[in-house]
Structures are given as C-alpha cells and as structure tokens.
C-alpha cells in the first residue's frame, strides 16, 4: 500500500506570494492533518480535516487556511507568505478521527525569501 | 495547554548498547502516545503507538512503556545499530470531545550510535 505522499516537495517563493501543497492520504484513510515543522518551534499542528470538513485548528494565523476534497486528498495555503514561514510542512494521515495511529509524508520544503 | 518535555536532548552512545529515551507529558488526559523517528530531511516514522488504556508496546529491539498517571513514557532501545541514529519524537494525542485534537509533540531526542 502506497504511504502519504506530498507534492511539491521542495518550493521556493517570496514575500508576499502564495503557496498551495498538497498531501495525497493513504488509500482508506480520511483523516488528514498538517504541521509545521521549524528549527525553533519544532512541531506545530496546524489544522485536521474529516469529511471534506476542517475539525480542529491549531494557533496559526488566517493566511493559513487548508480543504479535503471527496477523495480525501488534501491541500493547504498560505497567503501572502512572510520570512517565518519557511519550514517543512508535514501531512499526516489516519484512517478515522481520534484515537488511530498517524503517518506523515515526506514533507514540503518551503523557503520564503 | 498540553507541554511534552524530552529528555535527554542528544546522546551518543557506542554501538551495541541498550538505551533509554525519556518523555513527560503535563496534561495526563491523552487517548495515545506515538513514538516516532525522523532522519535528517525526511519526514516521521511511526515506531509504537500506546493507547491511554495500554502499559507497553514492542516492535522488534524496540519497546516503549506508557505510565499516564504520572505523564511519562519511556522508548527502550536494545541493542542500539548505526541505523538507528535518528531524531527520535514523542507526541501525544489529547483528543476533544472524542475527536482528535492534533498531535503535541517534544522536541525530540537526536541519537547517535558510534560504529
């Protein structure tokens, strides 16, 4: 069975851009979360989606937005992209909210310049 | 707020030895704890997964103990590879209202193992 995989895996942008990643789930799996990975804050959760419907969110500000479509795939945005942003954006997923054991994707690289 | 501690933060140890990882969470209210590698780069692997009604888990050299009374669970190396030098996380899954509430991580222990 295929594991999570993400797409790019590694972007380039510059202040004030926007990004969209994606995250691919594995197969039966309908929970999708993201998080953000830094040298200083280590592992920050950033939403979960279930559904086709965002069900937790973490403390991150509105430029950070994400959706799940039908097939569980997911994406998440960042609007106007700031210095701060650069990090490696995991996405993790499980095949039902709650309780069951969570796998990431090799993750996106993202360097804001 | 849910705070994960790991310790110790780095160690190095010649290859052959048996180990201990050590994690501590605040909040002893959790529905599992995950264990989980990453290597320079990459993303996590999943190693063990305790849920909150469960005391231990093993997985081949590795086994890791839960004690959610007093916040801590502990990753018990033995036999320690070259390969298994790694940064090694601990996260724990709060949940809310019976859904999940995104995983609290530590900031991991890097391990080195010597050849």
């Known amino acids: 069975k295929a594991g999570v995989t993400q797409t790019p895996r590694y972007l380039i942008k510059t202040r004030g851009q926007q990004v969209t990643l994606s995250c691919s789930p594995i197969?039966?799996?309908?929970?999708v979360s993201w998080y953000q990975q830094t040298p200083g804050q280590g592992l920050q959760f950033l939403f979960e989606?279930?559904?086709?419907?965002?069900?937790n969110k973490g403390n991150f500000p509105g430029r950070f937005s994400g959706r799940q479509f039908s097939n569980s795939r997911s994406e998440m945005n960042v609007s106007t992209l700031e210095l701060g942003d650069s990090a490696l954006y995991l996405c993790a997923s499980s095949q039902t909210r709650g309780v069951n054991e969570q796998f990431f994707g090799p993750g996106t690289r993202l360097t804001v310049l | 707020k849910q705070e994960v501690t790991q310790i110790p933060a780095a160690l190095s140890v010649p290859e052959g030895e048996n180990l201990v990882l050590n994690c501590s969470f605040t909040?002893?209210?959790?529905?599992?704890l995950q264990w989980f590698r990453q290597d320079p780069g990459k993303g996590l692997t999943s190693l063990l997964l305790?849920?909150?009604?469960?005391r231990e888990q093993t997985s081949g050299r590795l086994n890791a103990s839960l004690d959610k009374s007093s916040g801590r669970s502990t990753l018990y190396i033995a036999a320690s590879q070259p390969g298994d030098s790694a940064t090694y996380l601990c996260?724990?899954?709060?949940?809310?209202?019976?859904?999940?509430?995104?995983?609290?991580f530590g900031k991991g222990t890097h391990l080195i193992i010597q050849p």
């Open positions: 909040d002893s209210a959790i529905y599992n």
């Open positions: 989606y279930f559904s086709e419907t965002q069900r």
């Open positions: 197969s039966g799996h309908r929970s």
């Open positions: 305790i849920q909150s009604s469960q």
């Open positions: 996260a724990v899954n709060r949940g809310s209202g019976g859904g999940a509430d995104g995983l609290t």
